[in-house]
C-alpha cells in the first residue's frame, strides 16, 4: 500500500466488484470499480443507458437531489443516487481518480454503512501516480442555515469534522463526534457506522415508493425507544457517526480533500450540498494548494 502521507494522487490496481440493492428502489445493481489516469477524478457511468451520454462526472454542480440521499446528474439527464458511502470511503482512502460502472439508477446499499467498499478497494489494491493531489485550502468561513440546521467550513491546517445530531428519541438523543478526517480515524471509528430511521418513516417512505430496499440487514431501524436490530449498535454513538460519514461522502463532491474544518449541526445531504454550493461560489474564500511530502513530513 502506498505511504498514506505522500501527497500524490492515488488510484486501484485491480477492479473491485460487488453487487447489491439499492435502498429506494430495490432494485438489484452490479457495482465495477476500476482504475483512472491522473486527473480523472470520480467518474460514474451508467452501464445500463446506451442511448445517450452515460457518464456522469463528480463535481458539486452535478448534485441535482439531496433530500434523502446524494443524488448526480450529467447534462445528458443520466442520474445516479445514494453515492455518498462510497464517495466517503474515496475521501478516507485517498483514491482520486475512478471509474464506478453501475447497472442501476442507484448504487447497493450494501450494509449501510460505508465497511462494505472499504473491503471492496483494500482487495483491489491502491497504486500511487505521479500528479500531486490538489487541496481545497479553506481561506475565509463558510456558513449555510436551513431552520435549526446549519454547517460550516472553517480555516483549519488539516481536515477535522465536528458533527452534532439532537433527536427527541432516547435512543439517540443528544451526540456529538469530533475527529481529525484520515485514514485511520475513519477506519477505526467511521466506516462502520450504518444508516438508520425511524420506523414510521420507514413506512412513510415505502408508501411514497422508496425505501423499497431498505431493512434491518441494511439499516438501524428505531422504533419508539426501541432499536429493532438484533444486534444493536455496532458502536458508541453510531448515528451522529454515520452522519459524519454523510457528510464526509457529501463533501467530496467538490473533487479534492479539505484544508479546513467542517462543524455541522443537525445538517443532512441537503444542508451539505447548499455548503459546497456556497463554497463554489465564493472564489475568495478557498484556493487548491499542492502539499510537498518534504514540507507534509516536516510536519
Known amino acids: 500500500m502506498p505511504a498514506r502521507h505522500d501527497h500524490r494522487e492515488r488510484t486501484i490496481v485491480a477492479p473491485a466488484i460487488c453487487a447489491g440493492v439499492g435502498v429506494h428502489t430495490g432494485q438489484r445493481v452490479r457495482l465495477a470499480i476500476r482504475s483512472a489516469p491522473p486527473g480523472t477524478g470520480i467518474v460514474f457511468v451508467r452501464s445500463d443507458v446506451t442511448d445517450r451520454d452515460n457518464r456522469i462526472p463528480v463535481s458539486g454542480e452535478a448534485v441535482i437531489d439531496a433530500r434523502l440521499n446524494t443524488m448526480i446528474e450529467n447534462a445528458a439527464g443520466v442520474r445516479l443516487s445514494t453515492i455518498e458511502h462510497l464517495m466517503a470511503a474515496f475521501c478516507a482512502l485517498g483514491i482520486s481518480n475512478a471509474v464506478v460502472e453501475v447497472d442501476g439508477p442507484e448504487l447497493p446499499i450494501l450494509d449501510g454503512s460505508a465497511l462494505p467498499f472499504v473491503q471492496l478497494l483494500d482487495r483491489a489494491g491502491f497504486r500511487r501516480q505521479q500528479a500531486p493531489v490538489r487541496?481545497?485550502?479553506?481561506?475565509?468561513?463558510?456558513?449555510?442555515?436551513?431552520?435549526?440546521?446549519?454547517?460550516?467550513?472553517?480555516?483549519?491546517?488539516?481536515?477535522?469534522?465536528?458533527?452534532?445530531?439532537?433527536?427527541?428519541?432516547?435512543?439517540?438523543?443528544?451526540?456529538?463526534?469530533?475527529?481529525?478526517?484520515?485514514?485511520?480515524t475513519f477506519r477505526d471509528e467511521i466506516m462502520s457506522a450504518r444508516t438508520f430511521g425511524f420506523a414510521h418513516e420507514v413506512e412513510a417512505l415505502r408508501q411514497a415508493g422508496l425505501a423499497r430496499g431498505g431493512s434491518l440487514e441494511n439499516a438501524v431501524v428505531i422504533d419508539g425507544d426501541e432499536i429493532l436490530n438484533p444486534g444493536g449498535l455496532r458502536m458508541e454513538r453510531e448515528f451522529v457517526r454515520h452522519k459524519a460519514l454523510d457528510a464526509i461522502g457529501d463533501l467530496y463532491v467538490l473533487g479534492a480533500p479539505l484544508l479546513g474544518r467542517y462543524e455541522g449541526y443537525k445538517a443532512g445531504h441537503a444542508v451539505n450540498n447548499r455548503l459546497v454550493r456556497a463554497l463554489l461560489a465564493a472564489p475568495h474564500a478557498w484556493r487548491e494548494v499542492v502539499l510537498e511530502p518534504a514540507l507534509a513530513n516536516a510536519g
Do not use: W
Not at 151 to 164: G, K, N, Q, T
Open 135 to 184: 487541496y481545497i485550502q479553506i481561506l475565509e468561513p463558510i456558513h449555510v442555515t436551513d431552520g435549526d440546521k446549519h454547517a460550516a467550513l472553517l480555516p483549519c491546517d488539516r481536515y477535522e469534522m465536528r458533527f452534532e445530531i439532537d433527536f427527541d428519541s432516547a435512543v439517540i438523543g443528544n451526540q456529538v463526534v469530533d475527529f481529525v478526517v484520515d485514514e485511520q
